[in-house]
Every structure is written in structure tokens, then in C-alpha cells.
């Protein structure tokens, strides 16, 4: 059972663009929403994060929207960068549980910005 | 400050051999997390641990075991290792639960 459902796979953006990716969760207990960047060889590292108290979270060029009723949520990256070219992903936990933040991932999307 | 390290790198295993991945954290985090990422998959949860001592299951522990003896280390442990087990490995950790995630450079173990 996939609980959150991410898209698209892959994305190519030009430089100065703006990068879009979807993800969409069943479980409306979640309530602890971050993204990943991964570059190849590399781990996954926290890029920004959002609780479902506001509606949208920036920093820098990188914006989380949240859509409670929906159950959406998205990463909008700004004027995006050849340095920005990674595997994205999305991810939900239920943070007040008592014990780890179990965090479900999305499957990626593969973000190429080209010149 | 070395964060999270993961050992080895690489490995290829034969069908039903074992072997155990190793994965140390300098952070004094409480939480340590194993997740296995397979290609278009996303990752997954396989053991985690809230502290010494305390370890639990995932959303796919089957085929795994882990300890954790000490704050810094959390070893996996494959015991008769399968097709199926083939996947890129990682370690991470956290100081609490709401804290975020600091990822190891992963594993990838290859069973032929």
C-alpha cells in the first residue's frame, strides 16, 4: 500500500525555470512533511519541511505548499539551477506518536535542469 | 564530526551467505534508522531504534535482523541473503523524533 503517491517520475526544467513536483497522501494522520534531495552516490539530505499548521513554507528558492483538505502537498523550486539537478523526494510521518519518526517516502522524481 | 558512516561501500553475496552492514553515527543522536532504496521505489523502512536496547520493526524486516549495544553504532544483519535483498542500504539517525534525518552514503549489496 503506497501512502503517498509522488509525481511526475522525472522532470526536465531549463535553467531559470521553475520546478514543480507533486506528492499526495491517504493517511490524515500524517503530520510531519519534509523533502529529500539526493544526489547520485550520495544520501538522501533534508531539504525543507512543513507541519500542516501553515499553508506554505519558503526558503530560498525552494517553497513547500500545503493543502490540508486536499491532502497535497508540493516543492516549487524557483529559478532553478543546474546545481539542482537530483532525485527528489517527498515523505510523511506522524510525528506525535511517542516513539521514531517513521517517515513514508514517495517513490522520487528525477529532476534534470538542462542550460 | 563525521555524521553517519556506513561500511562497506559495496559488496556482491552469494545466495544464503550472511553478512552484517555496519553503520556508526558521532551526533549523539537517540534515533537510528535502516531504510533499503530500490529503483523507482523510494525507500523503505526496514529496523529502527529509539536507543540503546531498543530496537523495532519497520515496514520490511523480513530477511533482516539489528542490535543496538551502543548510541553510536546499529549494525544490519542478513543472515541468509536472497535475490530479493538486492538494494542500495541506508543508515540514518536523529536526535528525536522531530528532528530531522541525517542519512549515511549507503550500501549497495548485490546477491547473485
Known amino acids: 500500500q503506497q501512502q503517498v503517491k509522488q509525481s511526475p517520475q522525472s522532470l526536465i526544467v531549463q535553467k531559470g525555470g521553475i520546478s514543480i513536483i507533486n506528492c499526495a497522501y491517504e493517511n490524515t494522520a500524517f503530520d510531519y512533511f519534509p523533502w529529500y534531495q539526493q544526489f547520485p552516490g550520495k544520501g538522501p539530505a533534508l531539504l525543507i519541511a512543513i507541519r500542516p499548521d501553515v499553508s506554505e513554507k519558503k526558503e530560498g528558492r525552494f517553497t513547500i505548499s500545503f493543502n490540508k483538505s486536499a491532502k497535497q502537498f508540493s516543492l516549487h523550486i524557483m529559478d532553478s539551477q543546474p546545481g539542482d539537478s537530483a532525485t527528489y523526494f517527498c515523505a510523511a510521518s506522524i510525528a506525535n506518536t511517542g516513539t521514531a519518526s517513521k517517515l513514508t517516502f514517495g517513490t522520487g522524481t528525477r529532476l534534470q535542469v538542462t542550460l | 564530526n563525521a555524521g553517519v558512516t556506513q561500511t562497506p561501500k559495496f559488496r556482491i553475496l552469494k545466495i544464503g551467505q550472511s553478512m552484517t552492514l555496519q553503520c556508526t553515527q558521532d551526533m549523539n543522536h537517540n534515533y537510528m534508522y535502516w531504510y533499503r532504496q530500490d529503483p523507482g521505489m523510494g525507500l523503505k523502512l526496514i529496523y529502527y531504534?529509539?536507543?540503546?536496547?531498543?530496537?523495532d520493526k519497520g515496514e520490511v524486516p523480513n530477511g533482516y535482523n539489528v542490535s543496538r549495544s551502543t548510541t553510536e553504532d546499529f549494525p544490519l544483519r542478513l543472515e541468509l541473503a536472497a535475490p530479493s535483498q538486492t538494494s542500495v542500504y541506508f543508515c540514518?539517525?536523529?536526535?528525536?523524533?522531530?528532528?530531522?534525518?541525517?542519512f549515511g552514503p549507503g550500501t549497495r549489496l548485490t546477491v547473485l
Open positions: 531504534s529509539v536507543g540503546a536496547g531498543i530496537t
Open positions: 540514518a539517525s536523529s536526535y528525536g523524533q522531530f528532528n530531522e534525518q541525517f
